[in-house]
Every structure is written in C-alpha cells, then in structure tokens.
C-alpha cells in the first residue's frame, strides 16, 4: 500500500531557529514529491521535486529529495511568525491520473 | 485572480438530507479533484476527473457523486449526508492529465452533518 510518513508530528521553535521537516514515502511508480504550507484554508503550493540531489529554494525554504533512499526533507532557515502552518508532503504516483499521496503533515508553531 | 473557488464555505446539514458542493477554477486546468481533510487523516482523494466528460473513484468514494460540468466546473454531491461525512473538503486542479503538475487547492467547505 502507497504511504507518505511526515515527521516530527508538530514542532515548537522559536523565531531565528533553523528547522528541518522530514517525509519518508513508500509508492510504487514515483513520479514527483511536493511540499505544500496550510494555514487555515487552502494548501499553498511551495516545491515539487522530481530528481534525487538537487535542491529546490525559495528565499528561507530549501527542498531536497533523496529517491534512493526514499525520502526529501524541508529546510526553514531564521524561521518567523509567519512561518507557522502546517506542512504538507505528498507523492505524486504514476499512471495518466496525475493522483498525490498526501502524508498527515507537520504542525509547526513559531514562538516570538 | 480567482484560482480555484468553491462554495459554500461552511454548511450545516441533517443526517440523511443531500447538499452539492461546487468548485470553480479559472485556470483552464484539464485535471480537478476532490478531497477531504480529517484530523489526524491528512488529505485523500474522493474523486478526480482527468479530462472534461471523465471522471474516476479515488481512494474514499463511497456516499458521494460528481459531476464535471465543463471544463470550468466540478461539483461534488452527497445523496444521503451522513455523520461520518462530516470534514473539510477541498477542490483542487492541476494543468496537466499526464505525469505529475502542481495542484492548485480551493479554501475548503467545512461540511458538518448532525
């Protein structure tokens, strides 16, 4: 059975800290992984990665995926307020339907 | 620019009673799904049309019905509410019916049924 694994769970940090999200999947015929930030509505999109290595980057975010190893963390470097959500990962699966693997997520709180 | 909207945003109903969920997006996305996010659950898939005029069960389909009215437009249908029906559901659509594209999610309808 497909499964994406999100951890830690929730995280509590403090603004300036460095955080590192993981997201370990087991599916069969990968074709992508992408993260996504949830406020409180609609999950935002944030990166997509396709290829083993070669790190994704969006100001503080920073992606990278490891397909050997099946897994991709996300990096939040000199976290702020703004930085709190959650996290979503999923994998996207092969086939013609384009279908995504959601994990649970990682709920992290930014403290002032 | 609207993206993906969805309405209503909130809606109360009585077990057994029906209620359609519609879903716009702007985008001219080919592709549009429904999910549904439970705590603890994360998202999963209701149903998904790949193209106008097809849609396919995902992975929890049961108690609902869709509809892709056009290329714009997929709503979502539950015959007979049912309190385990209860969640947030989100529509969601993506540019391409082949290989893997961002999707792009609405701001939910939080769904209670009592």
């Known amino acids: 059975e497909d499964k994406v694994v999100q951890s830690p769970l929730s995280l509590v940090v403090h603004e300036g800290d460095t955080v590192t999200l993981n997201c370990s999947y087991e599916?069969?015929?990968?074709?992508?992984l992408l993260w996504y930030k949830q406020e409180k509505k609609a999950p935002t999109f944030l990166f997509m990665l396709?290829?083993?290595?070669i790190e994704k980057k969006s100001g503080r975010l920073s992606s990278i995926l490891d397909k050997k190893e099946l897994f991709s963390i996300l990096n939040i470097t000199a976290t702020q307020t703004g930085d709190s959500a959650v996290y979503l990962c999923?994998?996207?699966?092969?086939?013609?339907?384009?279908?995504?693997?959601f994990g649970t997520g990682t709920l992290l709180a930014v403290q002032p | 620019n609207a993206g993906v909207t969805q309405t209503p945003k909130f809606q109360v109903l009585k077990t057994g009673q029906s209620m359609t969920l519609q879903c716009a997006q702007d985008m001219n996305h080919n592709s549009m799904y429904w999910y549904r996010q439970d705590p603890g659950m994360g998202l999963r898939l209701i149903y998904y049309s790949a193209s106008e005029g097809t849609t396919d069960k995902g992975e929890v389909p049961n108690g609902y019905n869709v509809s892709r009215l056009n290329k714009r437009e997929f709503s979502l249908r539950l015959e007979s509410a049912a309190p385990s029906q209860t969640s947030v559901y989100f529509c969601?659509?993506?540019?391409?019916?082949?290989?893997?594209?961002?999707?792009?999610f609405g701001d939910g309808t939080r769904l209670s049924i009592l």
């Open positions: 599916v069969t015929n990968f074709r992508s």
């Open positions: 999923a994998v996207g699966s092969g086939g013609a339907t384009n279908k995504l693997i």
């Open positions: 396709t290829s083993s290595g």
């Open positions: 969601a659509s993506s540019e391409a019916q082949a290989g893997v594209q961002p999707q792009h």
